[in-house]
C-alpha cells in the first residue's frame, strides 16, 4: 500500500511539472526565415532572418524598427540582454557588429586579423571585451574591441579532452563563459577563461538564461537545469507543438518555430524558479 501512494505522488507531480502553458499568447509575430531572437531588459524583442536583417518589437510584438546591414550574411549570434548594446556576430562574413538600442550602428569589426584564423562563435563580455572561439587551433581568446589586440588565448584541446567539439555558441552570464556544444554539453568558465565545470545537458539548441537555470524545449516540454548541480526538470508542456525554442525577458516569455513568434506573459512556474 505504501508503494502505491509513492508512485500516485510521483505521478501526480510529473503531471503537474508538465502543466500546458493555457493563456492566450500577448502577440503572434509572423516572421519569414525567422533565425535568432533576443530579448533586451526592457522586453523588447529583437529578431533576425537568415540574411542578419534585424527587426525590433515592443513588448507587446508590435514592430518598432528594422536594421539591414552593409554586408548580408546569416547570424550565429544575436545578443539584446545587455544594458546598452545589441551584439551581432556572423560566421560567414567573420564580423561582428554593435548597434545602440535603436539599431543604430556603434561598431563593427572584421576578425579576420592575424591572432584569429576561424572565429566560429563570439559574445560580448564586460570591459570592451568580445570572446571568440577560434576553431582553427580550438582556443578561447579575449579581444578588446576598441584597440582591436588580442588580450589572452586559453587552449582547450588539452584540457577538455575531446576530439570534436562542434561549438554552437558562446555567451556571459554573470561573469561566467558558457560554451554550447549541443552533442556534449555545455562547458562553464570563469571570466579568465578556467574551466569551472561541465553540465552534463545535450541537445541545447541556444543559451535560454532565467536566474541559475537553463532553459529549452525538448519533446514538447519547457525544461529546466540548475545551473549550480545539473539538475533537469521538467516544467510545463510548450504550448506550441511545433515550437524549437525558447527565450525569456523580464515578464515576457517568446517561443519560436519556423516562420512565428508567440510571446507570452511568464508564467508563474518559471517565475517562481529559485
Given at each position: 500500500?505504501?508503494?502505491?501512494?509513492?508512485?500516485?505522488?510521483?505521478?501526480?507531480?510529473?503531471?503537474?511539472?508538465?502543466?500546458?502553458?493555457?493563456?492566450?499568447?500577448?502577440?503572434?509575430?509572423?516572421?519569414?526565415?525567422?533565425?535568432?531572437?533576443?530579448?533586451?531588459?526592457?522586453?523588447?524583442?529583437?529578431?533576425?532572418?537568415?540574411k542578419g536583417d534585424i527587426y525590433l518589437y515592443d513588448s507587446k510584438g508590435s514592430q518598432k524598427n528594422y536594421f539591414s546591414p552593409p554586408r548580408q550574411g546569416k547570424l550565429n549570434q544575436l545578443e539584446a540582454n545587455w544594458t546598452v548594446n545589441i551584439f551581432s556576430f556572423s560566421y560567414d562574413l567573420q564580423s561582428y557588429q554593435i548597434l545602440d538600442r535603436f539599431l543604430n550602428p556603434i561598431s563593427d569589426g572584421s576578425l579576420?586579423?592575424?591572432?584569429?584564423?576561424?572565429?566560429?562563435?563570439?559574445?560580448?563580455?564586460?570591459?570592451?571585451?568580445?570572446?571568440?572561439?577560434?576553431?582553427?587551433?580550438?582556443?578561447?581568446?579575449?579581444?578588446?574591441?576598441?584597440?582591436?589586440?588580442?588580450?589572452?588565448?586559453?587552449?582547450?584541446?588539452?584540457?577538455?579532452?575531446?576530439?570534436?567539439?562542434?561549438?554552437?555558441?558562446?555567451?556571459?552570464?554573470?561573469?561566467?563563459?558558457?560554451?554550447?556544444?549541443?552533442?556534449?554539453?555545455?562547458?562553464?568558465?570563469?571570466?579568465?577563461?578556467?574551466?569551472?565545470?561541465?553540465?552534463?545537458?545535450?541537445?541545447?539548441?541556444?543559451?535560454?538564461?532565467?536566474?541559475?537555470?537553463?532553459?529549452?524545449?525538448?519533446?514538447?516540454?519547457?525544461?529546466?537545469?540548475?545551473?549550480?548541480?545539473?539538475?533537469?526538470?521538467?516544467?510545463?508542456?510548450?504550448?506550441?507543438?511545433?515550437?524549437?525554442?525558447?527565450?525569456?525577458?523580464?515578464?515576457?516569455?517568446?517561443?519560436?518555430?519556423?516562420?512565428?513568434?508567440?510571446?507570452?506573459?511568464?508564467?508563474?512556474?518559471?517565475?517562481?524558479?529559485?
Amino acid at each position: 500500500m505504501k508503494k502505491l501512494w509513492v508512485i500516485f505522488f510521483l505521478i501526480s507531480g510529473l503531471l503537474k511539472a508538465q502543466e500546458a502553458l493555457t493563456e492566450d499568447p500577448i502577440a503572434t509575430i509572423p516572421f519569414q526565415q525567422l533565425d535568432l531572437i533576443s530579448f533586451d531588459t526592457k522586453d523588447q524583442i529583437f529578431a533576425s532572418n537568415t540574411k542578419g536583417d534585424i527587426y525590433l518589437y515592443d513588448s507587446k510584438g508590435s514592430q518598432k524598427n528594422y536594421f539591414s546591414p552593409p554586408r548580408q550574411g546569416k547570424l550565429n549570434q544575436l545578443e539584446a540582454n545587455w544594458t546598452v548594446n545589441i551584439f551581432s556576430f556572423s560566421y560567414d562574413l567573420q564580423s561582428y557588429q554593435i548597434l545602440d538600442r535603436f539599431l543604430n550602428p556603434i561598431s563593427d569589426g572584421s576578425l579576420m586579423i592575424p591572432d584569429i584564423n576561424l572565429a566560429k562563435a563570439a559574445t560580448l563580455g564586460n570591459n570592451n571585451v568580445v570572446w571568440i572561439w577560434d576553431e582553427s587551433d580550438f582556443s578561447l581568446k579575449r579581444m578588446d574591441f576598441l584597440r582591436k589586440i588580442i588580450l589572452d588565448s586559453q587552449p582547450l584541446n588539452l584540457i577538455l579532452d575531446i576530439g570534436i567539439l562542434d561549438v554552437k555558441e558562446i555567451r556571459e552570464f554573470k561573469n561566467m563563459l558558457f560554451m554550447n556544444v549541443p552533442q556534449t554539453g555545455v562547458f562553464i568558465f570563469d571570466n579568465q577563461g578556467n574551466l569551472i565545470k561541465k553540465l552534463e545537458q545535450q541537445g541545447i539548441e541556444r543559451l535560454c538564461f532565467w536566474k541559475e537555470y537553463l532553459l529549452w524545449i525538448e519533446n514538447e516540454t519547457i525544461w529546466s537545469v540548475s545551473i549550480e548541480n545539473g539538475e533537469k526538470s521538467p516544467l510545463m508542456e510548450s504550448p506550441i507543438p511545433e515550437a524549437t525554442g525558447i527565450q525569456i525577458g523580464q515578464e515576457n516569455i517568446a517561443i519560436y518555430g519556423q516562420d512565428k513568434i508567440y510571446l507570452y506573459q511568464l508564467p508563474e512556474k518559471i517565475k517562481t524558479l529559485n
